[in-house]
Each structure stands twice: as C-alpha cells, then as structure tokens.
C-alpha cells in the first residue's frame, strides 16, 4: 500500500507538474522490458562468457562513473582527478543515463543545500516513491538553474559532454557494447551485448542510485547526524558502489570517502585512493578524526536525550549538557594534537621520536580520561531515564 506521503506525492504531480515523457516512458518501461529481453535473448541465443563480460565491465564502468565521477569528484569536489579520468567518467557517466554532468551535479548541491525540504529535489518527505523515482518523471526544466555549479560549467570535458549527452550515452552505453558483443559472437552476441551490457545493465546501475535517494533516507541508523532524514545503512553499499554510509555522507560531504572505516565496503573509495597511488589522483579530503569522534558522540547524546525525556518528562538534564559540552571541546582538542604530534612524529628525525613517542602517549591518556568521564555522563543519564516519579 503507498503511503499518505507517496499519496500525496503522486497528487502533486497530476496536478502541478508536467510530465517528462521521455523519463517517463524510459525509466517506466525499462525495468520491463529489459528482463523480458533478456529472457528472450537467453533462451533464443544463450547466455556466453562476452555477454556476461560486457555486463559487469558496463555495470562497474557505468555505476562508478556516477559515485566516484558524478557524486565525489564532481558534485563536492572531494579530490583532483587528472583529465583522463574526468573524460572516462563523462562518457561512462553519459552512457548510466542519469543525464549530464552539469544537471546531475545541480540537483545534487540542491539537495545537500536543501535536504527533506520543498527545494530539494528528491525529498525524501514526500514519500519513498517521489524520492526514489518520481521526481525524475516530471518536466522541471523551467525550474532548471545552473548557477550553483559554473565551477563545473566552465571545464571543456564537462562542457562537450552537456552539449551532446544523449549521442554519447547511445552510443558508449548501448552501440559499443552490441558491437564488442558481435565481435565475438557474431548477431546472436551484438544482441546480446545490447540487451545485458546495455538496456539491462542501465536498469540496475538506475536504481542503485535510485536507492541512495530514497532507502538510505528511511532505513537505517543516524550515528553522525539527526538534523535530517539520511541514514546509514551497510546492507545498501553492496548495491551502490559503496554509498550505504549516507548519514556521514550529509554529515561529511566533501570527504572522498562514505564508508570512513577500513573494513566499511566502499569500492568508490578504493578507486579513487588506488588511483592517488599513481598520481592520477590527489588532494583527496579527509574530515578529521577529531571531528569524526565528535559528531558520533554528538548523535549518541541527542539519542540518549531524547531517551531521558522521552522516559521522564520531568528530568533536569541542564547539568549533562554542560558537562557533555566540556567533554566535547576537550575531546575535539585533544584529537587535533594528537593528530598533528602523529604528524610530526612521521616526520621527524631519530633523535626526536623518543620525546615525541612519550607525548603522543601521554595525549592518549588524556584521551582515554576523557572517554571515561563521557561513559560516566552516560551511565548518569541511563539512571536519570529510569529514574520517574512515585
């Protein structure tokens, strides 16, 4: 059953929007007709290794084109990329058909300027459906402003791929794969190659973006962030190249990385750190660890807040802001010098890591007394939770 929002949603574009057509009938009719397709095409011609090949190269190709090209690099500039690369992400960007981009990096700015409110285009109030696919069959071409990204405007890769992105994704995204298909394995594998690498590869590649726009804004947990509707969810970054981590993804956003941690799946951040190695790369951005340890203990003290109030309507809980608040400065300060004497310590000559060895030690033991006076504060506010009134 759809929702009141999904409702509601549905109602404003019958009778405010315009509906885009093409969208329309692309993105409806796709996941419809490929399968279909690629039923027929199984069971007239078989499956082979190309047609298999051509599937997973297009799907890799085509769905980082958009996390690292589209979203990391150019939506929020979170590293340099050498030109080559740029060029690769904008035809295997054009050949995803998530439009240009210039459009894709407009819209995603709006929704990070306006998240879950009326000017983010993909708002995730209005209902899983508007957000995950419905705001893309409506004509707001008259709303299009192109200002929030002259930066990307003014490149001439990004530029010639604005001008001609429906001849460039037809042919890299569909011609090029029917034709490596018939190389190999003559009509029945230029069929193939059309159908697998082409028409039914850009259904998946479509809707793992679709699912950062509407399911990592309704499952999942908030660690970082609970000013809006975005949501962690690890289970959605093995469908999206890594852009499950979405709740640090808003908290973040200039970060190269959403999965932070080392174990967090991430291939989009491998990418573009493999790639660093070779210099093709650089200026990757890293939030700070300081900052990083702050905002998860941000989110875990509003949670525990709203637990408190929630479970005790008359609770004071004046004092464990306070103390938090102290807890927090001290913390942010203590990661920063720790941070820059680890720094230092890299860098430094022999002579000089023995004295410098004993501060970071001793930075870590302030830390750690830190760390044991936030849990204290913690199991204050668990008490005080419990605690009601006879």
């Known amino acids: 059953m759809m929702s009141a929002t999904s409702e509601g949603a549905n109602q404003s574009l019958a009778n405010k929007k315009r509906i885009n057509w093409l969208n329309s009938i692309f993105l409806i009719g796709s996941p419809v007709v490929a399968p279909i397709a690629g039923y027929w095409h199984a069971t007239t011609y078989g499956i082979g290794w ?23 690099l150019f939506s929020h500039k979170s590293h340099e990329a050498s030109s080559a690369l740029v060029f690769l992400y904008a035809i295997f960007g054009a050949a995803a058909f998530q439009n240009s981009i210039v459009e894709w990096a407009s819209d995603h700015r709006n929704h990070h300027k306006y998240t879950d409110l009326q000017k983010d285009p993909y ?82 590649v479509h809707h793992g973006t679709f699912l950062i726009n509407s399911a990592s804004h309704i499952w999942g947990r908030q ?19 890594g852009e499950g981590y979405h709740n640090f993804h808003h908290a973040f956003q200039a970060d190269y990385r959403n999965g932070h941690r080392w174990f967090h799946f991430d291939p989009s951040k491998w990418w573009i750190s493999t790639f660093s190695l070779f210099k093709l790369n ?48 001290n913390l942010r300060r203590k990661m920063l010098e720790l941070s820059k004497k680890n720094e230092e310590y890299k860098k430094s000559i022999a002579a000089k890591k023995a004295e410098l060895g004993r501060q970071i030690t001793e930075i870590k033991g302030t830390l750690a007394d830190i760390r044991v006076e936030i849990s204290k504060i913690f199991s204050e506010m668990k008490v005080t939770s419990k605690t009601t009134l006879g």
């Open 223 to 241: 660690p970082y962030l609970q000013t809006n509707t975005s949501r962690d969810s690890f289970w959605l970054a093995f469908f999206t190249f």
């Open 123 to 204: 708002n995730a109030k209005k209902g899983f459906l508007w957000s995950h696919i419905l705001w893309i069959l409506v004509d707001n071409t008259s709303e299009q402003d192109f200002t929030n990204v002259k930066d990307l405007s003014s490149v001439p890769i990004i530029a010639w791929q604005h001008r001609h992105i429906f001849k460039i994704g037809i042919f890299v995204g569909m011609i090029i794969p029917g034709l490596i298909g018939f190389a190999f394995g003559g009509i029945g594998g230029g069929i193939g190659g059309f159908i697998w690498g082409g028409f039914l590869r850009t259904v998946f």
């Open 282 to 329: 650089k200026k990757l951005k890293r939030a700070p660890q300081g900052s990083i340890a702050v905002a998860k203990l941000d989110g875990r003290f509003e949670r525990m807040k709203s637990q408190v109030i929630r479970n005790n309507s008359s609770a004071d809980i004046s004092d464990f802001e306070l103390k938090m608040a102290e807890c927090r400065k």
């Open 50 to 72: 190309a047609e298999i090949l051509i599937f997973f190269i297009w799907y890799w190709a085509c769905g980082l084109s958009i996390t690292v090209g589209y979203h990391r």
